[in-house]
């Protein structure tokens, strides 16, 4: 790269530092700000990797000309309003999921950005773990043969008790889905990345078995609500005064059977109340040739299936993958890559598009997921929505 790229990050919690971490490993890119819900949270996270400047109005680094890109990992419904401003402030986009909480505000967002001709990306960085590549590799190749269902879930356990608590849990920060928007929208994704389909209608039932939750008076960061509110067995050690109950209208769980392209079709469940499961996203596609099964908690295997030769296990190892796929290994067999190095994979697509550097043949510099994709998967969760308030089936739009 000839040209160091400035970008700044909007968000001090749970993402905005995975994306600092992320991005301290480009050797192309510098990180010289970051903006938070306050000047000390954004000068705390600042201060161990060098970075002077923070604020808590995002609008200052906005108004530097020598910034040249913007990560947004704040709450969902900032998103829009955030993401609108850094596009006419002619600044490139990178967005946590969702887009936005609302449809049409993802659809403004697609427009200004191809007006601006600015680069934008949301991060639905799990398409990018080396063994998803390889299913992606292997449909491409015809080894699956015809699609006939994908079926799979993604499940959690960080919100089985009345005492976890986090922002996604209000409609107000969050947007009107929570489990859904949250991580189905990286399952259905996943999906549609691997198989070339989509998802043309759809019937959801959607539950929210804690219809109050006890929401603590102290913040709390994404994921550490265990920790602080209750023991391993569920019992609350900080008695009921340091709580407020308070109604939620988001949902805990979601099933969804669907359809994809002429005669696909599939099921899958998402769930953040399911005790164990920390972390748990799991798909297997079955085709006419053969079946591929993959869960995010043991990345480095994929299934393989078939109905007349041995099932494999296929174990990461860059040299026996598709050459596509390799692109996205970059340690050696019996080395795990994980959730971590799929941001650095999703990061570094994005920013070689900015300077014009190709990765490779193989890696394809603008295969990244963009705005467009971000809002498919809002389409996808509005449909989910209206299913469930329906009782019905409902399509997913197109256009």
């Not at 993402?15 to 000047?39: C, D, T, W, Y």
């Not at 991060?123 to 799979?152: D, F, K």
């Not at 993959?294 to 494999?312: C, H, K, V, Y």
Request: proline residues 4%.
């Amino acid at each position: 790269m000839e040209k160091t790229i400035r970008t700044a990050i909007f968000g001090t919690g749970f993402m905005g530092r995975v994306h600092l971490e992320a991005l301290r490993r480009l050797q192309f890119v510098e990180v010289v700000a970051i903006a938070g819900r306050n000047i000390e949270a954004a000068r705390r996270l600042g201060s161990g990797f060098s970075i002077v400047k923070g604020t808590a109005d995002f609008r200052d680094i906005l108004s530097d000309p020598a910034i040249d890109a913007i990560h947004i990992c704040t709450p969902n419904a900032l998103h829009f309003l955030m993401a609108k401003a850094a596009l006419e402030g002619g600044k490139h986009v990178l967005c946590e999921k969702p887009l936005a909480t609302r449809v049409a505000e993802a659809e403004e967002l697609v427009a200004l950005a191809e007006r601006e001709g600015l680069f934008n990306c949301v991060c639905h960085n799990l398409r990018y773990y080396p063994m998803v590549q390889q299913m992606r590799r292997m449909r491409e190749a015809g080894e699956l043969g015809e699609i006939l269902a994908v079926q799979g879930t993604y499940f959690q356990d960080w919100l089985l008790h009345e005492t976890d608590w986090n922002w996604r849990v209000e409609a107000e920060a969050g947007g009107p889905s929570r489990c859904m928007a949250d991580i189905g929208s990286h399952w259905f994704d996943m999906a549609e990345h691997v198989t070339g389909l989509r998802v043309n209608s759809l019937s959801a039932d959607l539950q929210t078995f804690y219809k109050t939750r006890k929401r603590p008076k102290h913040s709390s960061e994404t994921f550490s609500s265990k920790l602080s509110g209750t023991d391993m067995l569920g019992i609350n050690l900080l008695g009921t005064k340091d709580y407020l109950d308070t109604p939620v209208d988001t949902e805990d769980y979601g099933g969804v059977i669907f359809s994809m392209g002429e005669r696909t079709h599939g099921s899958m469940s998402v769930s953040q109340v399911a005790a164990g499961r920390k972390n748990r996203l799991s798909i297997e596609i079955s085709g006419t040739r053969a079946s591929v099964g993959w869960n995010q908690e043991r990345p480095d295997e994929l299934w393989i299936g078939r109905r007349d030769a041995a099932n494999q296990l296929l174990l990461k190892d860059p040299p026996l993958l598709k050459p596509e796929a390799r692109a996205y290994a970059d340690l050696p067999g019996g080395h795990s890559e994980g959730y971590d190095d799929t941001f650095k994979q999703v990061f570094r697509r994005f920013y070689a598009s900015i300077s014009g550097a190709p990765i490779s043949a193989a890696g394809g510099v603008h295969d990244f997921p963009t705005f467009v994709d971000g809002l498919r998967q809002l389409k996808i969760v509005s449909a989910a929505l209206e299913s469930n308030r329906t009782r019905s089936w409902v399509d997913v739009s197109e256009n």
